[in-house]
């Protein structure tokens, strides 16, 4: 599976940005995607996941309400559409797939591959 991450830029802080990732490849064998995001010197930090069959989503606390994951399962691709960002939600931004049904989703472990990760900066 090939994942391709597009969509960061630069947004003051209360603006909108919406990421895509495109999924190539076996992408029949996907439960699950994700979206991650990593600060320097920090370990990557769980964003929100979307149930690909019937697009059960889950969200860090931190994010819920503001952004919203979906899916298009005929373009496979995941959305990650983010309101209201704050200067806090800087960070590179990945798109992971989970192929294997695992229950620990907010660990990067359970994600098996990774787009190349695009930048979101929120100036104020």
């Known amino acids: 599976v090939q994942l391709q991450a597009s969509g960061g830029g630069l947004v003051q802080a209360g603006g909108s940005l919406r990421l895509s990732c495109a999924a190539s490849?076996?992408?029949?064998?996907?439960?699950?995607m994700g979206w991650f995001r990593q600060t320097p010197g920090k370990e990557r930090e769980f964003v929100a996941r979307?149930?690909?069959?019937?697009?059960?989503?889950f969200y860090t606390s931190s994010v819920r309400g503001r952004f919203t994951i979906s899916r298009d399962n005929a373009k496979n691709t995941v959305y990650l559409q983010m309101n209201s960002l704050k200067l806090e939600d800087t960070a590179v931004y990945y798109c992971?797939?989970?192929?294997?049904?695992?229950?620990?989703?907010?660990?990067?472990?359970?994600?098996?591959?990774w787009g190349q990760g695009t930048q979101v900066t929120v100036s104020s």
């Open positions: 979307i149930r690909w069959s019937d697009g059960i989503t």
């Open positions: 490849g076996r992408t029949f064998s996907t439960y699950a």
């Open positions: 992971a797939t989970d192929t294997a049904r695992r229950s620990l989703y907010s660990d990067p472990k359970s994600y098996d591959y």
